[in-house]
């Protein structure tokens, strides 16, 4: 099946710093990626979706200026916490689908974040 | 507005099976998904239904019902393994998906 490779897989930052996450689709073109957060013992949160080439797309509560979200090609999409805080620590997930967009979308590994 | 249902937790014993309900409403329908998701891992794709039937893949099977807005995972022959939270999603017609809180599914010998 599809790959979808993420990076870090965990990262401890201190308060006040900015940490990019990096997602690839690593075996096929992802014309969309999406970006989600999730909680200890909760459901995943989607934060945004981005298309190759166009602005992200939030959902509502999510900030623009503090996630910021790049999806420069076709396989490679990034998320970055600027001036991250204890609050963002969480689990970040990507997920990409293809060219046909009613397939399954494939996950990355996640991204555990620690801010401290 | 959209919205997911599945129930928030299940027992069950080893060796048995289990079926975990879920149901949907979306705007507009491309499928329905079910994924594994063991704790501080990502979620693991289970599988895909868009058509009304039941698909078997080994253990797991995953019935789906587009005009009740229903689906269902069936986990057989249980594995302690399966232990996990399984979620339901379903993808809108904006090809976003929907997902559902999970169901925590527990295992006993």
């Known amino acids: 099946g599809a790959v979808v490779s993420q990076h870090p897989s965990w990262v401890i930052c201190k308060s006040g710093t900015s940490v990019k996450i990096e997602c690839r689709s690593l075996d096929f073109q992802a014309t969309t990626m999406f970006w989600y957060r999730q909680f200890p013992k909760q459901s995943l949160m989607l934060m945004a979706t981005s298309n190759e080439g166009s602005k992200a797309t939030y959902e509502q509560g999510v900030e623009k200026d503090k996630f910021l979200i790049n999806h420069a090609s076709l396989t490679l999409s990034t998320l970055t916490v600027t001036s991250a805080h204890p609050e963002d620590s969480s689990f970040y997930i990507c997920?990409?689908?293809?060219?046909?967009?009613?397939?399954?979308?494939?996950f990355g590994q996640g991204t555990r974040l620690t801010v401290v | 507005g959209q919205n997911i249902d599945q129930p928030t937790e299940m027992t069950a014993t080893e060796g048995a099976i289990v079926q975990i309900n879920c149901t949907y409403q979306t705007s507009g329908f491309n499928g329905l998904f079910w994924y594994q998701q063991h704790a501080g891992e990502a979620p693991t794709f289970l599988s895909y239904?868009?058509l009304d039937g039941l698909e078997e893949k080994g253990r797991f099977s995953s019935f789906l019902s587009r005009s009740k807005g229903y689906s269902y995972l069936l986990l057989k022959e249980l594995q302690m393994k399966d232990s996990a939270s399984y979620l339901c999603a379903a993808m809108d017609s904006n090809y976003q998906l929907i997902w559902g809180a999970g169901t925590k599914l527990i295992i006993k010998p």
């Open positions: 239904n868009v």
């Open positions: 997920s990409a689908t293809g060219l046909s967009g009613n397939t399954e979308a494939f």
